[in-house]
């Protein structure tokens, strides 16, 4: 299975963007997907997750009263829309599915299929 991302792009502070991804494969009721993100210099850092057969959903301190995850399961699609963007948002964000997970979680070793990454960059 594999996963790949869009939506990043440029927007300034306190902008918003959305960023997709799309599976392909079969992907059953236990799969988790998750957004995960590095910034120059980071550690990389766990954004949010969502469980794709009951939709539960985790979501990162940084980002948990902005950001919100959803999934359209019939397109194998997972959002992730941003508001209230800071500069400290800038980072490239991957998209990540760990495919016998059963619950939410943010553990990134646990992912097996990762996407290349799409850039996210907001100005002050």
């Known amino acids: 299975v594999r996963v790949a991302e869009s939506g990043g792009g440029s927007v300034q502070a306190g902008g918003s963007l959305r960023l997709s991804c799309v599976a392909s494969?079969?992907?059953?009721?236990?799969?988790?997907m998750g957004w995960f993100r590095r910034a120059p210099g980071k550690e990389r850092e766990f954004v949010a997750a969502?469980?794709?057969?009951?939709?539960?959903?985790a979501y990162g301190d940084s980002v948990k009263d902005r950001f919100s995850i959803s999934s359209n399961t019939a397109e194998k699609t997972v959002y992730l829309q941003m508001d209230g963007l800071t500069p400290e948002d800038t980072a490239v964000y991957f998209c990540?599915?760990?495919?016998?997970?059963?619950?939410?979680?943010?553990?990134?070793?646990?992912?097996?299929?990762w996407g290349q990454g799409t850039q996210v960059t907001v100005s002050a």
């Open positions: 990540a599915l760990d495919l016998a997970a059963r619950t939410v979680h943010r553990d990134s070793r646990r992912y097996t299929s």
């Open positions: 494969g079969v992907i059953t009721s236990s799969a988790v």
């Open positions: 969502i469980s794709w057969g009951r939709g539960a959903t």
